[in-house]
């Protein structure tokens, strides 16, 4: 028998997941401390009128407790009625894994340790080694954990947060996840992925990004221009990557760690940033104070979202002018980057 397995990594292990017991994944809120708890669990958050418990997979396995970043995810579950989140540092992909290919860990209770009562067992994913979570057995093991450990007088409170400004945009994150399935939206607002860029923020619409990775295992691509940074593997799927800088007119200071894949018609391609952000709406009526340096090609704004101020990047007019796509013919002159949003009076 076979099943769907989430996989997702924490502190350079990765870890499957039974995925019928997942219920969403969120980017990481605010967390509250909570009184009497295993120190398992590094604080709660409301989940549209549900409390959410984070466990961290560090504690639990005895490696010390996870510094929380901006970048992390929180896999929710839900267990005999119960719901509790995992933090997560990445969620990579799901996989279905047959029961003959996870190992019983009582075949490496010496090298799994601590690990062992809380595995169901070992499993290639792809080529690498998950090990698979028993869900119940880490809920168990929370509620024992509280029962046992004795709150020290001495102890220092727990920090739930990142720090500052990383600690607003989980606030604001909190704040979201606690209203109700039916609060309504902003009239007229749109969500956007914000990345950065050379220090830069920008939006990118959220209805032609497909998904977030990280940027790995690129190989560059005889005879392209140098904004093709090459192709990698995505699930079996052969990704262009591409580098927005030179479109944008950015200089190329800071490295570029995540993948943003979009699609604009047809085509498929992967945008290369320095970070991702968050996820936020923003409407014509949150437009900041126009300011030169967000004149950029291809770029409208500023706006305006969850105190932030970002450039939106017109994804889908970038694509269609042809300005990161490899020429036609060898030798053949790139096409040069135009606004995208022309000022009144400009001729198209």
């Known amino acids: 028998m076979a099943s769907l397995h989430l996989i997702f990594s924490h502190r350079g292990v990765r870890y499957a997941l039974d995925a019928a017991l997942v219920q969403e994944i969120v980017w990481l809120p605010g967390l509250s401390p909570v009184a009497e708890a295993s120190t398992r669990v590094i604080g709660a958050f409301n989940l549209r009128g549900h409390v959410i418990p984070v466990i961290d997979l560090a504690l639990c396995f005895g490696r010390g407790r996870s510094v929380l970043q901006v970048g992390d995810a929180v896999v929710v579950l839900a267990v005999e009625g119960e719901r509790f989140g995992i933090l997560a540092g990445e969620v990579l992909d799901t996989a279905t894994i047959a029961a003959d290919d996870v190992e019983d860990v009582h075949d490496h209770d010496s090298l799994l340790g601590n690990a062992a009562p809380l595995l169901s067992g070992v499993a290639m994913s792809g080529a690498d080694l998950a090990m698979v979570l028993d869900a119940r057995a880490l809920l168990a093991d929370a509620a024992t954990a509280a029962a046992l450990e004795a709150p020290s007088a001495d102890a220092a409170p727990d920090d739930t947060t990142?720090?500052?400004p990383a600690a607003g945009i989980l606030r604001t994150r909190a704040d979201r996840l606690a209203l109700p399935p039916d609060a309504p939206d902003a009239a007229g607002s749109a969500p956007?992925?914000?990345?950065?860029?050379?220090?830069?923020?920008?939006?990118?619409?959220?209805?032609?990004?497909?998904?977030?990775?990280?940027?790995?295992?690129v190989r560059p691509v005889p005879c392209c221009p140098a904004h093709i940074l090459g192709?990698?593997?995505?699930?079996s799927e052969i990704l262009t990557v591409v580098d927005l800088r030179p479109a944008l007119g950015l200089p190329a200071r800071q490295p570029l760690a995540a993948v943003v894949v979009v699609r604009g018609g047809d085509l498929v391609v992967g945008l290369a940033v320095s970070e991702v952000h968050d996820v936020v709406a923003?409407?014509?009526?949150?437009?900041?104070?126009?300011?030169?340096?967000?004149?950029?090609?291809?770029?409208?704004?500023p706006m305006?979202?969850?105190?932030?101020?970002?450039?939106?990047?017109d994804i889908e007019a970038m694509l269609a002018s042809r300005v990161l796509h490899v020429a036609d013919e060898p030798g053949r002159d790139r096409p040069e980057p135009r606004n995208a949003a022309p000022e009144a009076g400009e001729e198209q």
């Open 304 to 313: 305006r979202a969850d105190g932030l101020i970002f450039s939106m990047i």
């Open 282 to 301: 923003a409407g014509a009526h949150e437009a900041a104070p126009a300011q030169g340096e967000y004149d950029l090609p291809f770029c409208r704004g």
């Open 162 to 164: 990142c720090a500052d």
């Open 231 to 235: 192709s990698m593997n995505l699930r």
């Open 192 to 217: 956007f992925v914000l990345v950065g860029l050379d220090g830069g923020l920008f939006g990118i619409p959220a209805g032609v990004v497909r998904e977030i990775v990280h940027l790995r295992g």
